[in-house]
């Protein structure tokens, strides 16, 4: 079950021409392109007539043309074409998404298009802000539930042993286990900090910055549900005291954007993006950052599947929770809530119009 | 469900030889083979002893061995003999089938062998015309309905947006839309013909003709219910009107037998030969038009198992038909009116013996 | 369904060193490990914490650490530490299985371990014995419930059939089917022996011994159930009357052990060992004899994989007993036993404890 209104990034705005892009979202099967003039399209991606999928078509000047016998729909997916005939019929439609482009992304709002309100797509203008946030992007298939790629994130104590070789490592584990943690609910999903006070810089810092001894770090993460998650780490000096002072300046900083979206109910798309805050004006500091974290990932990505494969094969058994869980439990709190409303509300409206 | 009382293709001639092939039709496993005197024998591919695969093991004077404790089997599917004892229990028989080698083709009879009709296996003379009609046999495994590409070709506007590289293409596509096109249902089947007139020569019939210029072409097709399609088509200079005075000497032609052939619910076997009726005494005439055929094919499988895929998933979605789908109703109200028969005339027959 | 109170083979003792080995035993999921002090343990595969694999892990001192966030559990499954947290909760607890080391093979008690019955582990001294029977291990993946194979090796009337290339070859079939058999229950299975007099060396052997003339082969196997056959297979010279004189020296002998082990309802582990009794000194005979044998049971696989598959298909068709199926029959008269007695002592414990 998915929150269905609400935005979900469906593609990275690059991945979107005007050759159709197949992309299947909260389990519905989708086509986004652009039309000549540049804007975006989202319709289900199934034709009404014999029900092929229309990113096996092409877009024309009047919108995008079936592949199998030319029938042609246009970005609200009313059919304006069908070869050999004049009458176009009433249910000739195809459902159509409220799609959106902001900051590189492609938005896409799952429930009733009419509805679909802007105020509600996640910011993130470091994609815009070159000079200061330079970064790369990269799309992970993962097959999960979302959620639990979610989980994965609300619980930093993964690192010292998911990934020892990059971002983990460094540090005897007990520095993570004595993290000073903060979680708060937002109005929008949950915050989660943690300070690493004193700690040995981890290989991934150490290979950016040339740090004299040890180091304050910062993992600051907001989740926005139902799948955003914006992420900022760093480390500085530990003689500069960044935690009382708020001073970050001249140590190693990233940003990271986690945008984790249902693709089935056991498959997602982990689109992300890593802006380096330092030596901005080398193209490889960039690289250099993407390249430790894509691998990060990629390790991630390895216990999460195994999650699911043994989740759907033991579907009743418990778990234990344990103090780290927290974030996690606040997460699924907040989910929950935006469910069940949105429950109520399409209870209420099947009420009124009935 | 499908058509039991009549006959399938189920392999080329030419495939059967002594050592056993495994093909599923209409579901149902099936080894076909040839005994030492050349005589065709279809049995259910399952030993009744353990229920291996007969096909596993190999054709014998007495019949098939089945190659795991050496089970001997009939043409009829009569067990003729046990290793290591000589009685014969009266259960040690598996199903077989009737079968029939005509045209270069094996048939089967997927309802009770006793009741195989000669008559009705269909006539495809081509084959054995090698003077007028060479041909060259191919196989392409679908995956999906057998129905689904049977639609496929009884809506030929697709040609336009499926074919475009060989047999669609040169034509503005409102010259198909605008073909001259019959349509009548037939004692077995539907008939179907399109006149494309005043048309630019496809690249498929440029290759293999010099045309002077504009040429009149006939697209005729004849389904044969449950599987069988019968097409000709070609195109002559339209200065020699050849529909109006019949005439279609000189020009390309081209015959092409489709046979598709359920495997499975989802998957059928898609059995073509092609035959040229221009420059027959020469072998690179028949692969010219050969390779022009086969990768349409694998065009239209990609558009047939999307379909498939999509009709697997929403199976309640909506379709929408229009007028192109002419033929393609007729096509299924036959089928349907076969099988409803056919149920019927089952139902008597369980009363009867009832 | 599979026997609970028994032990099964779960690896090589070779196989199982600190870093864990995840194996399906009986459908459930198992990680092996041995500790620092190579003492081995066998939990289920499956973190309570958030239900990854263990078996993602790796062993430290006070156990096996959850490769996800670091929970460490004993060789009971009792949770012995939490990342970050003192207290430990009740129900951080992961099933463990009793599990044993003998003759190179590690076994496990699938039912209560506070039951497990070593007095019922099967004895296989001949692994220890170097000097008269030198051997060599191996593991086959087969995709087929774990009784089908074991009927395959009830059931020797297979050889000519399936293996004409190595043991079953040299003998017209009427050899094979006028065996001398001798089938038996015995207390904790069946016991199976068949004299093949009078026979031209079979391949397999013939390149092993360079015997002068035709030999008297015996064939003694002993099913011990669950999933255990001994097996010991040779021939001597005619002249030396093996059956009568129970004189055994100088010619071919081998012994193969078979732990064809569940691993789901449709696929098992085959263990095997090989061991030649004859040229001892030499490894290259070891290899000979695993050479000739470690492809027959590939044969074997392909015949009971494919059986699997038909029977997958078609769970009701009807299968027709013939006289070599004796040994079968017995076996699964031997299991279905067990079987029920085992179903009716667990409702006597319910109603105990009710
Ligand atoms: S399926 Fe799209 S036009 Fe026919
Ligand atoms: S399975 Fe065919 S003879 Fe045994
Ligand atoms: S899943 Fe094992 S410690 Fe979290």
């Given at each position: 079950m998915f929150l269905k209104n609400d935005w979900y990034?469906?593609?990275?705005?690059?991945?979107?021409?005007s050759a159709p892009v197949a992309r299947r979202i909260c389990n519905e099967p989708m086509v986004l392109y652009r039309d000549a003039a540049g804007s975006l399209a989202a319709l289900q991606?199934?034709?009404?007539?014999?029900?092929?999928?229309?990113?096996?078509g092409k877009v024309i000047e009047e919108g995008i043309q079936c592949g199998y016998h030319g029938i042609v729909f246009d970005?609200?997916?009313?059919?304006?074409h069908i070869p050999g005939q004049d009458r176009i019929p009433a249910k000739a439609v195809v459902h159509y998404y409220a799609v959106h482009e902001r900051d590189s992304i492609v938005w896409v709002w799952m429930g009733n298009p009419d509805e679909a309100?802007?105020?509600?797509i996640v910011d993130y203008p470091y994609h815009g802000d070159v000079k200061n946030w330079p970064h790369r992007e990269g799309l992970i298939p993962v097959k999960c539930n979302y959620e639990m790629l979610i989980d994965n994130i609300m619980d930093l104590t993964h690192l010292p042993y998911v990934h020892t070789k990059t971002i983990?490592?460094?540090?005897?584990?007990n520095v993570h286990s004595k993290a000073v943690m903060k979680t708060e609910r937002m109005p929008r999903g949950v915050k989660y900090s943690r300070w690493l006070l004193d700690s040995v810089p981890p290989p991934t810092y150490a290979k950016a910055i040339d740090f004299p001894g040890k180091i304050d770090r910062w993992q600051e993460e907001e989740l926005l549900t139902p799948s955003v998650i914006i992420q900022f780490t760093g480390g500085v000096d530990t003689s500069q005291r960044p935690r009382e002072t708020g001073n970050r300046e001249g140590g190693f900083g990233m940003r990271v954007l986690h945008c984790?979206?249902?693709?089935?109910e056991t498959s997602c798309h982990y689109f992300f993006s890593v802006s380096n805050g330092?030596?901005?004006?080398?193209p490889a500091n960039t690289d250099l950052v993407y390249d430790q974290v894509y691998p990060t990932l990629l390790e991630d990505k390895v216990f999460c599947e195994n999650q699911q494969a043994i989740a759907t094969e033991f579907p009743d058994e418990n778990f234990v929770d344990i103090r780290s869980d927290e974030a996690r439990i606040l997460y699924h709190q907040h989910l929950d809530e935006r469910l069940a409303n949105e429950k109520k509300l399409a209870k209420r409206d099947a009420a009124v119009s009935a």
């Open positions: 990034m469906a593609a990275w705005a690059a991945e979107v021409g991606d199934r034709c009404c007539h014999r029900g092929v999928a229309l990113s096996l970005a609200k997916g009313q059919c304006v309100d802007l105020s509600l983990g490592g460094g540090t005897p584990t984790i979206v249902p693709e089935t330092f030596g901005q004006d080398d």
